[in-house]
């Protein structure tokens, strides 16, 4: 497997990541040679085995966690929908009619947002809060909707559009405070775009469970973690893998390759140079395109602020600017001819001409029609950030408005 791999005009990390090819050919040869199914009992299959749960114990180590805490996934889509679809095997309680309320965030992922529309059907009532315009949910107006019918509160870590850090541990404060002697809500985190790029405390005592995907971090498709605090009943049912809370044969390659990046990814206090490194270029990106005309930042607050402010409140990995006058979708073809991958927002929505985060923090139709995302990874060079730049400003003299 080559790592000769050019993705110097690669600005599109958030939708996925240039795979670690080194990473990758390891987890390939271990279980070339413990091919067999990890659920045999014979020696080869308890050879398999033990490989799965040496991934998992490392997970779990990068993560901070306990390693039974952890559920190998396909992915981040399959973890989201998880803890949705674990209250259809609650017992009913409730008339047909009334069976409970999710609290969501307006900006989560469609993995979430949709999953939660299509549980309207079966009489479960879903409650959206919109962000503020920075594109931060204010934790206390979420904590607000919460009542005793609540079942599930679901808050993204890292907005995958816009970058926007949510306050994802003063929620889960919040609910350990407001329910105490009551029964209280699962609360799920979509951290998809929060492991192994920013901090992330996963075992804050008031998180059920979270989400993580391998692809978004340098590892392969097809693989991911659920992070279950305590145990929660399974509605998907067959083999008994995973403790009996996930039906499949286990994807060991996938999970050793998976450990491998979390190990080498993940932010900590011995390994956060990149990090921080990363604060001052993006600082310095969204100060350079933002005196482009026309060019606004999203959220426009974001604009000037210190790679020291901008910290506490945006990924240093995510940028979503719009450009007057130019589509989103016309930018990204033009970047594209000169090399630069770029997207208008989420892969997963590529598709449709709605953009249900913008619209939700207030932005105009006309303006998010023409927003982009840069996205950037711990690859991403000081040169090809200026060619970027370079690019954007040649495309803006294109477009006499």
Known sequence: MSSDIDFSGYFDWAATTPPDTAILQDSLNRTAECFANPSSVHKAGLKAKELLGEARTRCAKALGVAADTLIFTSGGTESDHWPILSLLQRPRTKSAQQQG????SAIEHPAIREMCESIKNLNYDIISVKPEKNGIVDAEKMLEKVNEDTLLVCLMAVNNETGAVQPVHQVADGLIRRCQGKRKPKFHVDAVQAAGKIPLQLSHPGIDSAAISAHKLRGPRGIGLLYLAKRQESFLRGGGQEGGLRAGTENVAGALALAACLEKYVISPNNSARYSAQLETTAQFVKDISVLKGCKIIPEMRTGLSAEESAELFSPWIVQASFDGIPGEVMVRALSEKGFSISTGSACSAKKLSRPILEAMGIKKEQASTAVRFSFGAET?????????????????LFKI
């Open 101 to 104: 309320n999710i609290i969501i």
């Open 381 to 397: 060079t000081a040169e090809a950030t200026n060619a970027l730049i370079q690019a954007l400003t040649e495309i803006r003299a």
